[in-house]
């Protein structure tokens, strides 16, 4: 056993369960671990603190499995943490079929990601101890959940830093087919698990697009007409879809990719929507809003879900001025009386510091705004209370009043 010894104070964190240990932290090892292999931590004095996987060419050096000294990481250690998660989201599948089903630290299984599209299952290894445990992990997975097949989709840039290469492949059962159908809260959607965002499909906006298909529903109940919404960035229209099915009678979706927008099309066609309730633009998000501020449009609803805008903390200014310019332009499209749902992905930037951005918008837009409500993630990424980080998806509603 190779024991991981931290410098004097850097227990700290530990102490409180927090799972990630930098390489700043670390004294000293006491033999030469192979990559994602288990070791012993321990503080200057020789405290057992926990049990971590090892990765030598990431900054982020040790990801915690265990705080207890008791447990030994082996094949039935992962069973139980993948069964348990399992169960968790089991109440989950009378309203969808789209799942996150293991949530990385969540689940005590840090840097792993695995999503559930009907009888498929699609994972991303994201760091160097669940690749280590890689073909456990899959024998696993399809022993517990009797899916078809697993496709693995380890392609995101945390695997570089961990000194992984990336993956894309079928890594159990069979090959997924070119658009997996999936239902959520009675909507079709098509999803590309190959080539898509993430694993495909924003797992993580579920509650948010019930949220906007039910702010359609009760301005129509309250109205008696249809809203006149804009969805920017809209990916394979998750929001647009939601927001059609609670009867919105035109909404304009805007992304840049010609591929996404197509599959949004295709996901409209596929739940009936009548074609002139909707259009499909690509364009640039940023300059089709200050065209259409230019041009005096105006709608009942704003959404503003954008891509990851900072990747890391050096990256935070940039990605503030890119979201105050967004919202500034997005809160002037928005009529008196109507509704801005936004947001962001980018973990580096938390909640205060999106509120105070988005707070700056409304200033400059010179509206009158209330917040109405914080939104986050769905219940199937919860949020370990000792690891803040993993709240990366933040919203907010504000209506202009």
Not at 91 to 110: H, M, N, W
Not at 309 to 338: M, Q, T, W
Request: charged share 30%.
């Amino acid at each position: 056993m190779v024991d991981l010894i931290l410098k004097k104070g850097k227990e700290r964190s530990l102490l409180r369960r927090h799972p990630w240990i930098y390489d700043t932290a670390v004294q000293k090892l006491t033999g030469t671990p192979s990559l994602g292999e288990t070791v012993r931590v321990l503080s200057k004095e020789g405290r057992f603190l926990a049990w971590a996987a090892y990765s030598k060419d990431s900054a982020l050096r040790a990801r915690c499995w265990s705080f207890d000294e008791t447990e030994r990481i082996d094949r039935s250690w992962f069973e139980s943490k993948i069964c348990k998660a399992l169960r968790a989201r089991e109440p989950l599948r009378t309203r969808t079929e789209a799942i996150r089903v293991i949530f990385g630290e969540a689940d005590q299984l840090p840097g792993l990601v695995v999503d559930r599209y009907g009888d498929w299952l699609v994972t991303q290894f994201q760091a160097a101890g669940v690749e280590a445990w890689r073909e456990e992990i899959a024998d696993i997975l399809m022993q517990e959940t009797g899916v078809k097949g697993i496709f693995d989709r380890s392609d995101a840039a945390t695997r570089h830093r961990e000194g992984l290469q990336e993956r894309v492949e079928v890594l159990r059962g069979q090959e997924p087919p070119a658009e997996i159908e999936i239902q959520e809260d009675g909507i079709r959607y098509g999803i590309d698990v190959r080539k898509g965002h993430k694993t495909g499909f924003y797992i993580d906006q579920r509650d948010n697009r019930l949220l906007a298909q039910k702010l359609a529903a009760a301005f129509k109940q309250r109205h008696g007409r249809g809203m006149r919404a804009l969805n920017c960035f809209c990916y394979t229209g998750g929001f647009s879809l939601a927001l059609l099915a609670g009867g919105a009678e035109e909404v304009i979706s805007v992304d840049s990719s010609a591929e996404a927008l197509a599959m949004a099309q295709r996901n409209a066609q596929r739940n009936g929507f009548a074609p002139e309730r909707s259009r499909w633009v690509q364009a640039d998000v940023f300059e089709y809003l200050r065209q259409a501020r230019d041009a005096g449009e105006s709608f009942d609803l704003v959404i503003l879900d954008p891509p990851k805008f900072a990747s890391s903390h050096k990256h935070i200014d940039r990605a503030a001025r890119a979201y105050k310019d967004i919202n500034l332009n997005g809160l002037r499209l928005v009529k008196e009386g109507g509704d801005l749902l936004t947001f962001s992905c980018s973990g580096a930037m938390d909640v205060d510091l999106f509120q105070k951005v988005v707070a700056g918008a409304v200033i400059d837009s010179r509206r009158e705004a209330w917040m109405i409500a914080r939104l986050g993630a769905g219940a199937d990424h919860p949020l370990m209370m000792t690891c803040p980080e993993g709240e990366y998806l933040k919203g907010l509603q504000l209506a202009l009043r």
